[in-house]
């Protein structure tokens, strides 16, 4: 899988820096995932239970999705730049829980089971509830939306992302007023997810916002990409996408969001605040210790691009940080 992307100079230099991964082990990763990888390897050709990486399209959709996917592009969100191919974004991912390198989730999150799923939200809210991945999909109202997507290692990328505007979610339950920030939870599996084995990093993976960020009408949780349901690899069943600011806080397979009224650590800022702050906006003008900021890599293409303050989406956000 690994030759989709071919290593060019600046993933060398971007491996000479340390990824967002320095705090992780890789090592202990890979022999807790021997036995594993040889499951996947024999899945990939055809010998294992066959289910296949549902990363491309025709695979396994039940009916709601069937019903969903694709769904109607909102023409309000227009890229500047070609969409990244799906099969690079979807073989050079972060999602630790299922290793550090960035060929290892398209293998081994396939070991995740999306369904049944439940999303818990709670906490500050008068009506808290426990809401079925599928239900969820029938009630809310899901669009399209072309983002980019920066991660503060210096890649981007352009996907479609299919999902709902998260105040949708809010609106059900109804944030008391007392309610600052609101804290989201990725699943704890440590046995499917084997980076979690790793007991002393902050598992389960958090992040938040603050209320007015989540209530920002370009706060998006993406339950699809590329006209399909989200493959495991970017987060399936369900994961935030907030495109101005840096890629870690757009957490993925969301099992729990909480409202409360304090700013909560998150899985980044335990393990290195000063690195990744919790506000993390992209901001060309704040260099990062380990990755200038001031310009970008696209995925796939390699085409460099000067860095935009917010990503980009200054028009819907700046306002909030006035
Ligand atoms: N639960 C969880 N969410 C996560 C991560 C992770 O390791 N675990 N990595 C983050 C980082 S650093 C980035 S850049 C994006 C990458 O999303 P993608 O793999 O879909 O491109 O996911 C974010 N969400
Ligand atoms: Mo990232």
């Given at each position: 899988?690994?030759?989709?992307?071919?290593?060019?100079?600046?993933?060398?230099?971007?491996?000479?820096?340390?990824?967002?991964?320095?705090?992780?082990?890789?090592?202990?990763?890979?022999?807790?995932?021997?036995?594993?990888?040889?499951?996947?390897?024999?899945?990939?050709?055809?010998?294992?239970p066959?289910?296949?990486?549902?990363?491309?399209?025709?695979?396994?959709?039940?009916?709601?999705?069937?019903?969903?996917?694709?769904?109607?592009?909102?023409?309000?969100?227009?890229?500047?730049?070609?969409?990244?191919?799906?099969?690079?974004?979807?073989?050079?991912?972060?999602?630790?829980?299922?290793?550090?390198?960035?060929?290892?989730?398209?293998?081994?999150?396939q070991?995740?089971n999306t369904?049944?799923?439940?999303?818990?939200?709670?906490?500050?809210?008068?009506?808290?509830?426990?809401?079925d991945?599928?239900?969820?999909?029938?009630?809310?109202?899901?669009?399209?939306?072309?983002?980019?997507?920066?991660?503060?290692?210096?890649?981007?990328?352009?996907?479609?992302?299919?999902?709902?505007?998260?105040?949708?979610?809010?609106?059900?339950?109804?944030?008391?007023?007392?309610?600052?920030?609101?804290?989201?939870?990725?699943?704890?599996?440590?046995?499917?997810?084997?980076?979690?084995?790793?007991?002393?990093?902050?598992?389960?993976?958090?992040?938040?916002?603050?209320?007015?960020?989540?209530?920002?009408?370009?706060?998006?949780?993406?339950?699809?990409?590329?006209?399909?349901?989200?493959?495991?690899?970017?987060?399936?069943?369900?994961?935030?996408?907030?495109?101005?600011?840096?890629?870690?806080?757009?957490?993925?397979?969301?099992?729990k969001i909480?409202?409360?009224?304090?700013?909560?650590?998150?899985?980044?800022?335990?393990?290195?605040?000063?690195?990744?702050?919790?506000?993390?906006?992209?901001?060309?003008?704040?260099p990062?210790?380990?990755?200038?900021?001031?310009?970008?890599?696209?995925?796939?293409?390699g085409?460099?691009?000067?860095?935009?303050?917010?990503?980009?989406?200054?028009?819907?956000?700046?306002?909030?940080?006035s």
């Amino acid at each position: 899988m690994a030759n989709y992307i071919k290593k060019k100079d600046w993933q060398i230099s971007e491996n000479l820096a340390t990824p967002e991964s320095a705090y992780l082990r890789r090592r202990e990763f890979i022999q807790g995932t021997a036995l594993t990888s040889l499951v996947t390897v024999g899945a990939l050709y055809g010998c294992g239970p066959s289910t296949p990486p549902n990363s491309l399209p025709g695979v396994e959709w039940n009916d709601t999705e069937k019903s969903i996917y694709p769904a109607k592009r909102n023409s309000e969100f227009e890229l500047d730049r070609p969409m990244t191919d799906e099969k690079i974004a979807g073989t050079y991912n972060n999602f630790y829980e299922f290793g550090t390198d960035k060929a290892d989730p398209v293998n081994y999150a396939q070991k995740l089971n999306t369904r049944p799923w439940k999303v818990e939200v709670g906490g500050l809210v008068n009506k808290p509830k426990t809401i079925d991945i599928d239900d969820l999909l029938k009630t809310m109202p899901i669009e399209e939306r072309l983002y980019r997507l920066r991660c503060v290692e210096a890649w981007a990328m352009a996907v479609p992302w299919t999902g709902f505007a998260f105040k949708e979610l809010l609106k059900l339950v109804e944030p008391k007023s007392s309610a600052t920030h609101v804290k989201m939870e990725t699943f704890y599996q440590p046995f499917t997810a084997q980076g979690q084995l790793a007991f002393w990093e902050p598992w389960a993976y958090t992040e938040a916002l603050t209320i007015e960020e989540a209530m920002n009408e370009i706060t998006f949780l993406a339950t699809g990409i590329y006209g399909h349901p989200l493959s495991n690899q970017h987060g399936a069943p369900i994961r935030l996408a907030v495109p101005w600011k840096y890629g870690f806080k757009s957490i993925k397979s969301i099992v729990k969001i909480e409202l409360v009224d304090y700013k909560p650590m998150t899985f980044w800022t335990t393990l290195q605040g000063l690195e990744y702050d919790f506000t993390a906006n992209v901001n060309p003008g704040i260099p990062h210790p380990r990755w200038p900021q001031n310009r970008e890599k696209m995925l796939g293409t390699g085409a460099i691009r000067a860095t935009m303050p917010y990503n980009g989406y200054g028009k819907y956000v700046a306002q909030l940080y006035s």
